[in-house]
């Protein structure tokens, strides 16, 4: 079954052709069920037949705030689906909740970055990705989180410090083997087919985030030399390995929420 995904505000949407018909009769009961045409033509296509009330709904969803998963637009055929953690295996769930669904889990991010070792980080990333679209595919599993295709990971911040209380998130704090090593991740999550996205990965924090002290508020400083060979070097990495979703850090940079 084709599919396609698209960001509305706060909300992925995952669509699929609900009106499929026999061969030589229109295929599709909306043009945004077409994989052929354009992806703006198909999201513009969502937006003009989404109801104010539904565009509010949908601009709404915070994963943080609603206690419940994204709206589903039932009536377009559409599925709603939230965000997940990823930095070392699919999070389910609290051990021993009721609702909690084992998954692979593998040695957190800074002992994953002691292996120096790309292509075992992307297998790692591809089970991952793989449970995270077996989930979302299977109907007894298809529930709030569960129905998670946007990983939140990797993390291609720089442990600077190992005070900063997210070292264990990064790789390390080298900026070329963080850089090396998200890319890795991105690859394995996000699979490579060259049409179809297995998951998006959202690449954070960005950027220069890896001070402990007042690190939702502060101002990291830096000249342009230290931005381009430093601090965005691993996110740079990232992007061109394809990472589909970006996080914004809490901390303003040079001055610049």
């Known amino acids: ?3 396609v995904a698209i960001w509305l505000g706060a909300l992925w949407l995952w669509t699929t052709p609900a009106m499929a018909q026999t061969p030589g009769q229109n295929q599709y009961q909306y043009p945004f069920q077409n994989p052929n045409l354009p992806i703006e033509e198909r ?32 009536r377009l055929g559409i599925r709603g689906y939230n ?16 609702n909690a669904i084992p998954t692979t889990t593998f040695i957190q991010s800074i002992g994953l970055g002691e292996t120096w070792d790309p292509e075992i980080l992307e297998k790692a990333a591809a089970v991952e990705g793989y449970e995270a ?17 946007v990983i939140r990971a990797p993390n291609a911040d720089l442990g600077r410090d190992i005070r900063w209380g997210r070292t264990e998130e990064c790789y390390g704090e080298d900026a070329f083997l963080n850089g090396t090593l998200a890319a890795a991740f991105v690859r394995g999550l996000q699979g490579n087919d060259p049409k ?27 000249d342009e030399r230290l931005m381009r060979e430093y601090y965005s070097a691993p996110f740079r990495m990232g992007v061109e390995a394809g990472a589909r979703c970006y996080m914004a850090a809490y901390n303003a940079t040079n001055g610049i929420p």
């Open 43 to 74: 999201v513009s296509n969502i937006i003009s037949l989404l109801t104010p009330e539904e565009k509010v709904d949908v601009l709404g969803a915070n994963y943080y705030l609603r206690k419940n998963p994204p709206p589903s637009l039932g």
């Open 83 to 98: 965000q997940a953690e990823g930095l070392h295996g699919l999070a389910r769930g609290k051990s021993g909740s009721p």
């Open 133 to 149: 679209r077996w989930l979302n595919q299977t109907e007894r599993y298809r529930r709030g989180g569960a129905a998670s295709l």
């Open 1 to 3: 079954m084709r599919t």
């Open 196 to 222: 179809y996205w297995q998951t998006a990965a959202l690449l954070k924090h960005f950027l220069a985030n890896s001070n402990e002290n007042g690190r939702m508020k502060t101002s990291s400083d830096f």
